[in-house]
């Protein structure tokens, strides 16, 4: 095992560009991630690299995520890109885990939480956008592969269980900042000018509902963390701007 130390937050993406590289040097067949906020079945991998080994289709796959507080409950079972969402939905988010979530499923979208690839998915596509610091790089990389002709699996049999949100929490401000920041980057990057036109429509239109709500919650500090989103990615303050603020927070 190799453990390699970084002396500052780099973020999501590029904290893990870190030890892709790594494995990229030296020629590993196999490149996986995995958030460390997670429990994973014994034979999780085991099964990831069979289907891997068994099938030269797919560029990665993905296993089934279920919520590590309720274990038979689903949090990924595959993913659409929506690009008038600026991200992924996920297949299945929500709901009881059942026969129906069994077997090899293709999917357009592998989350970041858990995946195993094959060296080329990095080689051909290159490393996670280190723009995004935390959310929807994995959107991002899973667009550009498919822009490649790459494909995905999700195995359903290989389980791990997610603390969703367990970096940031799930409702804290700072989950609600990168999440929509991370959103408006990967449109802006990917999109078309009509995708681009949906999603600011769509974010616009669903803001002027949920920012009363979320006011009569009491949660005025969620509405004051997109508008800084907003305004942190129209002044293009991503990436290293994050990094660097990041790690004088810490």
């Given at each position: ?60 796959c ?25 991200g ?24 970041g ?36 002709q ?53 974010w ?17 500090s ?11 990615f ?17």
């Amino acid at each position: 095992m190799v453990l390699i130390h970084s002396e500052e937050n780099l973020g999501f993406a590029a904290g893990n560009n870190v030890a892709i590289r790594y494995a990229l040097r030296r020629s590993y067949p196999y490149i996986g991630l995995l958030n460390n906020d997670t429990l994973v079945d014994p034979d999780y991998l085991t099964l990831l690299i069979h289907e891997l080994e068994k099938s030269a289709r797919w560029a990665a796959c993905a296993p089934k995520i279920l919520f590590k507080e309720s274990p038979d409950q689903i949090w990924y079972a595959g993913a659409r890109i929506r690009m008038y969402r600026g991200g992924g939905l996920h297949i299945g988010m929500g709901r009881q885990d059942g026969p129906e979530f069994r077997g090899i499923k293709m999917t357009t979208c592998i989350s970041g939480c858990a995946f195993i690839a094959r060296r080329i998915l990095f080689e051909k596509v290159g490393l996670l956008d280190e723009d995004f610091f935390f959310a929807h790089e994995d959107v991002d990389l899973s667009y550009r592969a498919g822009q490649q002709q790459l494909l995905f699996c999700v195995n359903l049999d290989s389980k791990i269980y997610h603390k969703a949100g367990g970096t940031v929490g799930r409702k804290s401000p700072q989950a609600f900042y990168f999440d929509h920041k991370g959103r408006m980057i990967f449109v802006a990057k990917n999109g078309g000018l009509s995708d681009k036109i949906g999603f600011w429509a769509f974010w616009s239109l669903t803001r002027l509902i949920s920012f009363p709500i979320l006011v009569l919650q009491g949660k005025c500090s969620l509405v004051v963390a997109q508008l800084k989103a907003m305004c942190d990615f129209l002044t293009k303050r991503w990436g290293e701007y994050d990094r660097k603020r990041m790690s004088s927070d810490d």
